[in-house]
């Protein structure tokens, strides 16, 4: 019960856009109207459950391998109020591009959200990697959503490979990781680092952690990895690109700073290096 309450922002989260999706195929609704009926869902069902664990001091789930402390609820509140100010904004942006009709904008932007939020909340390197794909997976689709505007198909295109890529140079710094200390939790990641007891020896697991940091810092556009920005700024609808920018880079600074306050800390061999 106490997994299913520390979930209920996520949940309830992921319920709203699913529904958003249903009705964004089977309904013609305006625009403005899909914006409002959209923003007034999320912000109930995931402000209140997210007050219930504020006012209960913020709460773990071992099970669920997320965490909402104060990092995680500072975060997904950014979260929240860039996700609702996009979703404000975008009936405007999308009528005057005479696409107004494309409804389905809206569950892809809260979809997104969802994995921010998971991102910023995981303590286990699998709910990590699956925040982050959620998250970029909906941003790639994002970018080319006005198929007719140029550079739009192009901008989708690049980020989506791009973004692949650095993917896959995570994941692979993930399993690096796990090779040499046996577990994918921060916490137990951390209680190996404090002994020192690695299976495979310190290279590789430094070799991993830089490579977690390189598909970071690709999602935080950091020199050398912004090359990709401008192209997919230029081509993504304006409310995007100020989504991707605020919501999508706020995410990586949080996983960072989390990976650093659980397990970079408490490790002398990475904090020296």
Known sequence: ?????????????????????????????KSSTFSSFSSISLTF????????IINSGGKSAPKALLSFDGVGIFFSLIFFFATLFTLIILPDYLEKKNSSHINEVYPLVIFSFVGMVILATANHFLMFFLGLELMSINFYILCGIL????YAVESSLKYFILGVISSAILLLGIALV???TS????????EVLSQDLFNYGEPLLLLGFVLILIGLFFKLSLVPFHFW??????????????????G???AAVAATMRIFMEIVQYSVLLSQK
């Open 1 to 29: 019960m106490e997994t299913l309450n520390t979930l209920m922002p996520i949940l309830c989260s992921s319920g709203v856009a699913l529904f958003l999706l249903i009705l964004s195929a089977f309904a013609k609704i």
């Open 45 to 52: 069902f995931f402000l209140y459950p997210l007050m219930n």
């Open 147 to 150: 198929r007719e505007q140029e």
């Open 178 to 180: 796990y090779g040499s």
């Open 183 to 190: 577990s994918l939790k921060y916490k137990n990641i951390a």
């Open 229 to 246: 920005a401008p192209d997919v700024y230029q081509g993504a609808p304006t409310p995007i690109s100020g989504f991707l920018s605020v």
């Open 248 to 250: 999508g880079k706020s």
